[in-house]
T-cell receptor, first 116, second 110 residues
Framework: EAGVVQSPRYKIIEKKQPVAFWCNPI?????LYWYLQNLGQGPELLIR????????DSQLPKDRFSAERLKGVDSTLKIQPAELGDSAVYLC??????????????FGPGTRLTVL | LAKTTQPISMDSYEGQEVNITCSHN???????ITWYQQFPSQGPRFIIQ???TKVTNEVASLFIPADRKSSTLSLPRVSLSDTAVYYC???????????FGSGTKLNVKP
């Protein structure tokens, strides 16, 4: 079974530039999460999707961050414009959403963003 | 959202049993306790989950006392490859809200 796929793995941009991250969850997983992880810290939830609906985006900085999950499968997280403080690892995770092992999320390898 | 407290770091030697304790004083009645492992440059990986007493799988054991205000992850006979950060999380049954905290950095020495 293929895991959660993220691309790119690394991205270096200059501040004020836009950037986008892509995530393809495990096939059949209805729930998709985007997290941000700063160095030395645990992941912090940005947004959670149930199928194509964003059911929790309370932690997403909506002035510069946006996300979409068209057709309820893969998802894109965008930052525009990027700031120096956005340098971090962006993790995508998915879960079946059917109640089995409710705490088990499957994480991708992440995208390491560096803003210069 | 129940938060957790864990030691920042722990050292161990190969072959030893490692116990990492997590405090979650504000755990709610329907909260579960979940542990994740994270290696450098990888996303976290689910290890084990429990609600009360003891849970064991092929990787670890999870001990939860009756008051559920703490839990202990037990890793038997650790190896160098167990060097990682371990996160304790507490959440509702559907785990829509996760708080990872800073985790415990376990360093296994030869």
């Amino acid at each position: 079974e293929a895991g959660v796929v993220q691309s790119p793995r690394y991205k270096i941009i200059e501040k004020k530039q836009p950037v986008a991250f892509w995530c393809n969850p495990i096939s059949g997983h209805n729930t998709l999460y985007w997290y941000l992880q700063n160095l030395g810290q645990g992941p912090e939830l940005l947004i959670r999707y149930e199928n194509e609906e964003a059911v929790d985006d309370s932690q997403l900085p909506k002035d510069r961050f946006s996300a979409e999950r068209l057709k309820g499968v893969d998802s894109t997280l965008k930052i525009q414009p990027a700031e120096l403080g956005d340098s971090a690892v962006y993790l995508c995770a998915s879960s079946p959403g059917d109640g089995r092992a409710p705490g088990e999320q499957f994480f991708g390898p992440g995208t390491r963003l560096t803003v210069l | 959202l129940a938060k957790t407290t864990q030691p920042i770091s722990m050292d161990s030697y190969e072959g030893q049993e490692v116990n990492i304790t997590c405090s979650h004083n504000n755990i709610a009645t329907n909260d579960y306790i979940t542990w994740y492992q994270q290696f450098p440059s990888q996303g976290p990986r689910f290890i084990i989950q429990g609600y009360k007493t003891k849970v064991t799988n092929e990787v670890a054991s999870l001990f939860i006392p009756a008051d559920r205000k703490s839990s202990t992850l037990s890793l038997p006979r650790v190896s160098l490859s167990d060097t990682a950060v371990y996160y304790c999380l507490v959440g509702k049954g559907n785990f829509n809200k996760f708080y990872f905290g800073s985790g415990t950095k376990l360093n296994v020495k030869p």
